[in-house]
Structures are given as C-alpha cells and as structure tokens.
C-alpha cells in the first residue's frame, strides 16, 4: 500500500497537465473525476490501513533513510485527502453547473491544487514540503486571477505578494534548520528543537510562514481581501483546500519538531483566541455574503490551531474532527453564496431580501451550514464545539475555552444577519436580472447533509477522528517509520 | 562568513524596501532581491569552506551537495513566481494605463458580482462591468 502513496498527488498533477490541453469540456470533466477519485481512494486506504495506529511510509527515488524524500501517511492525513478529494469534486462539479469551467485553466488549477494539497499533506520532508506549498501556491495564483478582470488583478496581487513573502520566510527556515540540524527529513527533526536554538528558530520561520498561509492574526489581512474577489467556486475550493493545508502542514511540523512544547502551544493559544475575536468581529462591518464568510473563515482558522494549543489527545481529536466538518460547512456555504449570487444577480445583502419564499430549498441549505457553522445542536459543529471546549477546560486552558464559547454567539449574529437580510423580508423592489441554472444547489446540498450525518452519527467520525489525534500525538512511531 | 552575512543582509534589505512600493513590477524586483537573499543562506547552510567533491570514495572531505539542490531548486521555483508576477503587472498595465493596482479602484467598493467567465483566449465577456459603478473598463 505504501508504494501508492505518491501516486495521491502525481495522479492529480499530471492529469492537471493532460487536461491543460485537451479541447473538449466533457473529457475534460471525466478526467478529473478519474484523478480526483484516485486521490481520495488512496485516502480511504490509508485510513484504512492505518487502524491499529500504524504509519505508512515510502521513501522516494530508492534512497536509503534518511536521504531520500519520504512520504508517509497516518489516519490524520488518510483523512485530509479524502476531503480534499471530496471538496474538490464538488466545487469543480458546482464551476460546471454554473457553466464557469469553460477554459480549461479552471480543471487544470484544480487538479493542480488538489495535487500538490496531497503531497504537502503526506511529505515528511520540510523542504519537500515547502515545494508543494510553492505548487499548491502557483495553481491558486491562476485561480484567483481566471479571467483577469481587474479586481482580480488587484486581488491577485495581495495575494501572491503577501504568499510570496511567507514563502521566502519559509525557505529561510527551512535553511537554519538544515545547517543546525544538518536534516530536514522530519523522523529526524523528532522534538529537534527542544535541544537546539538554531532548530527551534528554523522551526519558528517556518512555523511563522505557515501562519501566513492560514490567515492567523496578526498576518491574515491579506484573506478577506482577496479571496471574495475569485470566481465564487474558486473560492469555495480556497476555503476547503488551500488555506486548510497551511493547517496541517501547521499540525504536523508543531507536533514533531516541538514534539509539543508547553511555551509553543501557550503562544499558539494565544494568537488562536486572538484570531478568533478579530475574525468574527471583522464579520460585523461587511455588507456582502461572500465577504463576511471570508472574515469567519479567519475566525474559525483560531478554533483549528486552538485544538494544536491544547495538545492533549481529547484537544487534538476535537480540531481533526472539526477541522472535517467545519470543511464541509463552510464550502457548503461559500457555494451557497455562489448560487444566490448566480440567481439573483448579487450576494450584496442591501440587494437581496425574501428569498425563503422564492427559494426554500436555498434557505434551508444555508440554514442547516449556518447553524452548523455557529455550532447549534444537532449538528456536528456543536460535537465538535463542546469537544473542543471541553478538552481546553480539562487542560485547564480557561481563557480559550470562554472565548471560544463567545466566539460562537457571534458567529451566530453574523450568520443571523445574512439571515434576516437575504433570505427573510421582502422581495428587492427592482431585483438584478440573475441567470438561474438547474442542479446549481446539488454540490452545496451533498456537503450540508455532512453536518447533519455527523451532528447525528459523530461516533462515526469520532472513532476515525480520535485514531487520527493520536498518530499526529505519538510521533515516536512517526518518525521511526519515516526515517527508520 | 560575516562578509556572507552582509551580503544577505543587503540583499534583503533592498528587496524589503523594494517590495514595500506600489508598482507591481518593483514589487517583482524586490522579491527576485529577497530571493537571492534566502538562497545565499539556503547555501551558507551547508558550510562555506573549500571541500572536495561529492562522489563516494572520490574525497576524503567532500561538500555537502543538497544545500546546491535545494538552491537549484528555489531557483527554479522563484523563476516562475516572478514570470506570474510580472505578468500581472502587464495586465494592471493594460486595465489600469499603470501597474500601481491599489490605487486603481477604491478598496471600499463592493466586491465584483462574478457574472463574467473567462473565455478560453482570456477575454472576458458578461454584464458585471457595466453594472457595478466604477469597475473594470479599460482606460
């Protein structure tokens, strides 16, 4: 099985350059099912290979450890490709309903994205990794400027500026951690910064440009400024895959190379509860659907690495669970906003009113991923809340777990306020001239029957999702089976 | 050794200020400085002094050959950003007459309303530039 792990983002890449060129939009289509679907099955088999908690591993090229690139996948990362496979396939199947996959760059950066979000998922290598982030990177720059209208140009300019400059920290980590350590093979770097400075200030760069990428406070003002100007599905694709592979490269290079130092996590609390309240009040001022989701996604990157600062086995067991389904909602809802915005000409709030009469089945898939997104019970996100506010008061992380409490109701005002202003009150006077097309809610529905099948099901998830918490937990057998 | 660190130190100092301007293809500049610097310390950190080279059994003393892969390929990868980069900067010029695109449009405008797709060529077709106020109309 392990001989196959490279193949979750080799597939994807190189049927991305195959559709590059290939004129017709139906084959197009059918090779990116194929490759996304091999991406995903790979998933599975690793979370089903990895049930008694073992590490699959390969190591590239016939080097001998720990020379070669290795490749390796615990339930954690099994996990995360099947829903980026999964998230991928219906943001690409919501671009062709919407009639938005006409150039071929559309499936060609997806594939791309989806490719390199696998292989910075399954590396073990910190230089390896930072390639795949440069891949991931280069794809999304196309997405977020498809097109070339000029807020796109001007988005696409903070975007990749400020990515660029967290790449170049990166590498300048990756740098000082190769010359103290003399490796930058991740069995190797196990708890390495615990005996070395110049590791633990490598490891810290690096630590630094993955907080860039997932948009935490104080070095996230690039995202509510860029991402609502992308095509809505490209969008959607952002917020399940992009910025979440900031998270887990984030998960796994805190675990191993701090092997979970108690002064790290006590910062990554901080900035987590940080990120929170400047997220979710950010929401308040902005008037467009696509916009205020863009600032929650801020807000709900801090519960994520609030689950890294707790740490403990129950912490980390609640963010991978979280992190799943909070997926899940919020593409749900992204591409909510992109069929309202479809239909009715504008997701700009003063412009849109009385859609719960004109369009039920709308409202009510929004409901469902706003409530799950606020954490009201039935619904996963309450689990995966109460999970996870419980594991910071059992780890006596008080401050975080009431903030994180409060967070929530304001989440919910947010949510409310999309609410009242676009789907209860009266039909707008002089409506936009929208062009609705049919199927267009399919994708967003699929992915809000999620928070609903594990708000009522979670033990389902939880068993995979506490297997998961702990390969990312006990790195001993990570890093023998990477490097042994 | 510290003359290698000045050296960083300059390069990087002059691609900061560079990336702190306004115009796209200055902004593109300064990352190719930032770069330079990153990979001088991506090579520093194999060790600086004279060794022999790094073929099995052909030195006693051989040099560390993967700070040079990993520079190659940072090399590579900084080429491509740069060329996007300065592509965009030549499609800023050709929107907005100037490759300066914050000042182009306010940033308090309403964000677009996404009714154009892209047309395999690049163009753009669709309503939403005569509907939003002061959006993207070539000068």
């Given at each position: 099985m392990s001989r196959f792990l490279p193949l979750a983002a080799a597939t994807p890449l190189l049927l991305a350059a195959a559709v590059a060129v290939v004129p017709a939009v139906v084959v197009r289509r059918v090779v990116a099912a194929a490759a996304i679907a091999t991406c995903g099955g790979i998933g599975v088999a690793a979370v089903g290979s990895t049930g008694d908690g073992g590490v699959l591993a390969t190591q590239l090229g016939g080097f001998p450890p720990p020379f070669a690139i290795a490749m390796a996948a615990d339930t954690f990362a099994g996990l995360m490709l099947v829903?980026?496979?999964?998230?991928?396939g219906l943001c690409l199947a919501f671009a062709g309903l919407r009639g938005h996959d006409g150039s071929p760059r559309a499936h060609a950066g997806a594939l791309a994205l989806l490719g390199a979000a696998a292989g910075a998922t399954l590396t073990a290598d910190l230089f390896n990794l930072f390639v795949w982030i440069e891949v991931l990177l280069l794809s999304s720059y196309v997405l977020i400027t498809i097109g070339g209208t000029a807020r796109r140009v001007r988005a696409g300019t903070i975007y990749v500026a400020t990515n660029l400059l967290g790449s170049s920290v990166f590498l300048a980590g990756v740098a000082l951690v190769y010359a103290t350590a003399g490796s930058v093979n991740l069995g190797v770097l196990r708890g390495a910064a615990a005996g070395s400075g110049g590791v633990a200030i490598g490891a810290t760069l690096v630590v630094v440009a993955l907080a860039v990428k997932s948009a935490l406070v104080p070095v996230h003002a690039w995202l509510p400024r860029s991402y609502p100007d992308a095509p809505t599905w490209v969008t959607a694709l952002f917020s399940g895959t992009l910025t979440k592979v900031g998270i887990v490269a984030l998960f796994r290079v805190v675990t191993v190379v701090f092997d979970g130092a108690a002064g790290v996590r006590e910062a990554i609390l901080i900035v987590a509860g940080v990120t929170m309240v400047?997220?979710?009040?950010?929401?308040?001022?902005?008037?467009s659907m696509r916009a205020i989701l863009s600032f929650h996604m801020v807000s709900q990157v801090g519960y994520l690495v609030m689950a890294l600062g707790i740490g403990t086995i129950a912490g980390l067991g609640a963010g991978v669970?979280?992190?799943?389904?909070?997926?899940?909602?919020?593409?749900?809802?992204?591409?909510?906003?992109?069929?309202?915005?479809?239909?009715?000409?504008?997701?700009?709030?003063?412009?849109?009113?009385?859609?719960?009469?004109?369009?039920?089945?709308?409202?009510?898939?929004?409901?469902?991923?706003?409530?799950?997104?606020?954490?009201?019970?039935?619904?996963?996100?309450?689990?995966?809340?109460?999970?996870?506010?419980?594991?910071?008061?059992?780890?006596?992380?008080?401050?975080?777990?009431?903030?994180?409490v409060a967070v929530s109701f304001l989440t919910l005002l947010s949510m409310v306020k999309i609410w009242n202003a676009a789907f209860w009150g009266s039909m707008p006077e002089e409506p936009i001239p929208g062009e609705p097309r049919a199927g267009l809610l399919v994708p967003a529905g699929v992915l809000a029957a999620v928070p609903i099948v594990l708000g009522l099901f979670a033990e389902s998830l939880w068993v995979v999702a506490d297997r998961a918490a702990r390969s990312l937990a006990d790195v001993v057998v990570y890093a023998s089976a990477v490097a042994p | 050794m510290s003359a290698i660190a000045v050296v960083v130190g300059v390069l990087a100092a002059g691609g900061t200020y560079l990336i702190l301007q306004r115009g796209v293809v200055r902004i593109a500049l300064g990352f190719v400085l930032l770069g330079h610097a990153v990979n001088v310390v991506l090579l520093a950190s194999g060790g600086l002094q004279e060794r022999g080279v790094p073929i099995v059994g052909a030195s006693s003393d051989p040099a560390d050959p993967l700070p040079q892969a990993f520079v190659l390929t940072a090399i590579v990868i900084a080429f491509?950003?740069?060329?996007?980069?300065?592509?965009l900067a030549f499609r800023a010029g050709e929107l907005f007459g100037l490759d300066d695109t914050e000042g182009a449009i306010p940033p308090d405008e309403r964000v677009d309303r996404d009714l154009d797709e892209a047309e395999p060529d690049g163009n753009v077709r669709g309503g939403s530039e005569t509907q939003v106020p002061g959006s993207e109309e070539d000068p």
């Open positions: 829903v980026f496979a999964l998230v991928t400047v997220g979710v009040l950010g929401a308040v001022g902005q008037t669970f979280f992190l799943v389904q909070y997926i899940a909602v919020k593409t749900a809802l992204f591409l909510v906003a992109g069929a309202v915005e479809s239909q009715e000409g504008s997701d700009d709030l003063e412009e849109l009113g009385g859609l719960v009469h004109k369009r039920p089945a709308l409202a009510a898939v929004f409901l469902i991923s706003a409530f799950a997104l606020a954490g009201v019970p039935p619904l996963s996100g309450f689990v995966a809340k109460v999970a996870l506010v419980r594991a910071a008061f059992d780890g006596a992380a008080y401050g975080i777990g009431a903030t994180a | 491509g950003m740069t060329a996007f980069l300065l592509a």
